[in-house]
C-alpha cells in the first residue's frame, strides 16, 4: 500500500512536470523569434536572392506556428536542429561538447557547498549566540548579499592579481587549477545560504522533545547530532537542493564568461549575440529539463522521508 502511494506520488509529480516543460519551450520560442536582428544579420545586408535561399533552407520563411510545429515535431525526435551560426554542426554535438565541463563545475561546487555549509550551519547551532554564531551567521549574510558577477572578479583580483596563486582565465597554462577560481565563485553564494538553512533547521531539531529525552538518557552531543538529530533537521535542505544545483548550473553563465570558461554558459552566451535561435533554443530547454528534473527528485525523496506529503 506504502509502494502503491509513493508510485502514484512520482508518477503525478511526473505528469505535471511536462505542461511546464512545454510552456518554457514556447516562450523561449517567441521571445527569441521576437527579440530584434536575425542569425544571418551582417554589417553588409545579403543580395535579396541570397538572403532568400538562407531563410528558405532554414524554414525561416515559413510562418511562425509553422516553424514552431516544425520544430516540435523535431523536437519529439531528439532533434534539436542544426546550429544557424555553426553550420557544420548540429546543436546536439554543441551541446554535447560544452555540457560536460559546466557539470564538472556544478557538481564541485555543490560539493564544497554542502561540505562547508553543513559544518557551518551545525556548528554555528550548537554554539547558538556565541561570538562563533555571529560570526558565521554574519558570513553567511554577507555571502548571500554579494551577487555572483561581484564575488568572481573580486576572486580573481585576490588570488590570481594579488596573491598570484591561481590563473585568472581558463586560456593559458594551470591545469586542474583552472578549476579552482570558478569553482569557489559557483560554491559561495550557496554557502551561505545552506549555511543559514542548516543553522535555523539545526536549532529548531535541537529543541524538540526527542532531543531532550536523549540528552537525558547521557548521549554525547556528537552521537546526538550524528543519530538523532541530523536526518530531521536534512528534510528542509533536502527541499532546497533542487532550486540550489539549478541555480549552481544557471549561475555558470555569469562564471564561464568571466573566467573564459568553454562550458555551456559561454556556448549560451555566444548563442544569443548571434540570434542562433536553435543554440538558445537548445540550452534553454537543457536547462529547464534539468531544473524539473532536480525539483522532481527533489519532491520524490521528500515523499519517501515524509509521507505526510504522499498523502496531501
Not at 68 to 96: C, K, Q, T, W
Not at 182 to 206: D, H, N
Not at 260 to 280: C, I, K, W
Amino acid at each position: 500500500m506504502q509502494q502503491t502511494g509513493a508510485l502514484r506520488f512520482a508518477l503525478m509529480r511526473v505528469v505535471s512536470a511536462v505542461p511546464t516543460l512545454l510552456l518554457v519551450i514556447s516562450l523561449a520560442f517567441l521571445m527569441m523569434r521576437a527579440a530584434p536582428g536575425g542569425p544571418f544579420d551582417e554589417e553588409r545586408a545579403l543580395p535579396a536572392e541570397t538572403a532568400a535561399n538562407v531563410a528558405r533552407a532554414y524554414h525561416l520563411d515559413e510562418t511562425l506556428p509553422q516553424q514552431f510545429a516544425r520544430y516540435m515535431s523535431g523536437l519529439l525526435r531528439g532533434d534539436l536542429g542544426p546550429s544557424f551560426r555553426y553550420p557544420d554542426y548540429s546543436v546536439s554535438e554543441l551541446i554535447g561538447g560544452a555540457l560536460p565541463l559546466s557539470l564538472q563545475l556544478g557538481t564541485l561546487a555543490m560539493l564544497l557547498a554542502l561540505l562547508l555549509g553543513l559544518a557551518a550551519g551545525i556548528s554555528a547551532a550548537l554554539v547558538r549566540n556565541t561570538f562563533v554564531d555571529r560570526v558565521l551567521t554574519g558570513l553567511a549574510l554577507t555571502g548571500i548579499s554579494i551577487p555572483i558577477f561581484v564575488i568572481a572578479p573580486l576572486l580573481v583580483l585576490v588570488f590570481a592579481v594579488e596573491l598570484g596563486w591561481l590563473p585568472a582565465s581558463w586560456s593559458g597554462s594551470g591545469g586542474q587549477a583552472r578549476l579552482l577560481l570558478p569553482v569557489l565563485a559557483l560554491a559561495l553564494p550557496q554557502v551561505a545560504y545552506i549555511t543559514r538553512l542548516t543553522r535555523a533547521s539545526m536549532i529548531e531539531v535541537m529543541e524538540s522533545d526527542f532531543i531532550r529525552t536523549a540528552k537525558a538518557q547521557g548521549l554525547g552531543m556528537p552521537t546526538i547530532v550524528r543519530s538523532h538529530a541530523l536526518k530531521p533537521a536534512m528534510l528542509p535542505l533536502l527541499s532546497y537542493m533542487g532550486p540550489a544545483i539549478a541555480g549552481i548550473l544557471t549561475g555558470s553563465v555569469v562564471v564561464e564568461q568571466i573566467f573564459g570558461v568553454p562550458g555551456l554558459g559561454q556556448l549560451f552566451v555566444r548563442g544569443a549575440l548571434n540570434r542562433d535561435y536553435t543554440l538558445v533554443l537548445g540550452i534553454v530547454i537543457l536547462y529547464a529539463a534539468l531544473v524539473i528534473a532536480l525539483n522532481l527528485v527533489v519532491d520524490i525523496l521528500y515523499g519517501y522521508l515524509d509521507p505526510r506529503i504522499r498523502r496531501r
